[in-house]
T-cell receptor, first 113, second 114 residues
Framework: DAGVIQSPRHEVTEMGQEVTLRCKPI?????LFWYRQTMMRGLELLIY????????DSGMPEDRFSAKMPNASFSTLKIQPSEPRDSAVYFC???????????FGPGTRLTVT | KNQVEQSPQSLIILEGKNCTLQ??????????LRWYKQDTGRGPVSLTI?????NTKSNGRYTATLDADTKQSSLHITASQLSDSASYIC?????????????FGRGTSLIVHP
């Protein structure tokens, strides 16, 4: 099994630009989570999906952030427009047991200049 | 407020030595506590998970303990190796509406020197 796949692994963009992060969950998993990790705040849950349906997006910081899961094998996290304070590592995780057993991807390191 | 506090923030030890990482929490109602290991540049990987009725669980050289009365957990690493250098994250989940809502600690950064 390839595990959770995220792309790109690194993204550097200028303030104001749109950024799209991508995630392919482990095949057969029915829950998908997006997290953000910074030195100051640690890991923060942004949003999670169950069977492709967004369940809780209360962690999404602002309207500039949006996430979609058009099918069971693909999800995107979009930031538009991006700001320097969005610089962080963004992780995607998937699970068969909700929060009880999550498998994390390698993360996307986003730098907004 | 549901919180998870980890200490120390960082730790440096020599290869072969033992160490203990601490996690205190106020999350309620408690469901489970998990320790993750996160290598640099990678996502977290689960080491152990404990429910209310468990007070110790081992995974190789890693042993986690849980005291649900005092709301404290520890992760003990025996005979440390260079590969143990990583961030260790404590995650405490509460039950809510049939789901488990996690609260993450900010992690302890461990460096093992040869």
């Amino acid at each position: 099994d390839a595990g959770v796949i995220q792309s790109p692994r690194h993204e550097v963009t200028e303030m104001g630009q749109e950024v799209t992060l991508r995630c392919k969950p482990i095949s057969g998993h029915n829950s998908l989570f997006w997290y953000r990790q910074t030195m100051m705040r640690g890991l923060e849950l942004l949003i999670y999906f169950n069977n492709n349906v967004p369940i809780d997006d209360s962690g999404m910081p602002e309207d500039r952030f949006s996430a979609k899961m058009p099918n069971a094998s693909f999800s995107t996290l979009k930031i538009q427009p991006s700001e320097p304070r969005d610089s962080a590592v963004y992780f995607c995780a998937s699970s068969l047991l909700g929060f009880l057993e999550q498998y994390f991807g390698p993360g996307t390191r986003l730098t907004v200049t | 407020k549901n919180q998870v506090e980890q200490s120390p923030q960082s730790l440096i030890i020599l290869e072969g030595k033992n160490c203990t990482l601490q996690c205190n929490y106020t999350v309620s109602p408690f469901s489970n506590l998990r320790w993750y290991k996160q290598d640099t540049g990678r996502g977290p990987v689960s080491l152990t998970i404990m429910t209310f009725s468990e007070n110790t669980k081992s995974n190789g050289r890693y042993t986690a303990t849980l005291d649900a009365d005092t709301k404290q957990s520890s992760l003990h690493i025996t005979a440390s190796q260079l590969s143990d250098s990583a961030s260790y994250i404590c995650v405490v989940s509460k039950t809510s509406g049939g789901s488990y809502i996690p609260t993450f600690g900010r992690g302890t950064s461990l460096i093992v020197h040869p």
